[in-house]
């Protein structure tokens, strides 16, 4: 089981959520929308179609081509 505080992010792939934390990926149940609903109280906000952001592993943000934005996570990733 995993705490919800390490958790990066939550992507939707071929209709699948993964949760991804610092070094390891799970698949959950719920469905994106769900996660979002869910988990707006614990910084958790939707931040493209397909991705549900933890605010609180976020590093910065930086502006990208097309008006887009990428954000660098506290474990060196980056999210479009």
């Known amino acids: ?3 919800l ?3 990066y ?3 939707a792939l071929d209709e699948k959520v993964f949760a ?3 070094n390891r990926v799970f698949e959950i149940k ?3 929308y769900e996660v979002e609903r ?3 109280p614990y910084h958790f906000i939707r931040c493209s179609k397909s991705v549900v952001l933890n605010l609180m592993q ?3 943000i930086s502006p ?3 008006g887009r934005f990428l954000a660098h996570l506290k474990n060196g990733e980056k999210i479009m």
Do not use: A, G, Q
């Open 38 to 40: 869910n988990y707006v």
């Open 9 to 11: 992010y939550f992507e």
């Open 20 to 22: 991804y934390t610092e």
């Open 1 to 3: 089981k995993i705490r």
């Open 58 to 60: 976020l590093k910065s």
């Open 30 to 32: 719920l469905r994106l």
């Open 64 to 66: 990208v081509l097309n």
């Open 5 to 7: 505080e390490e958790i």
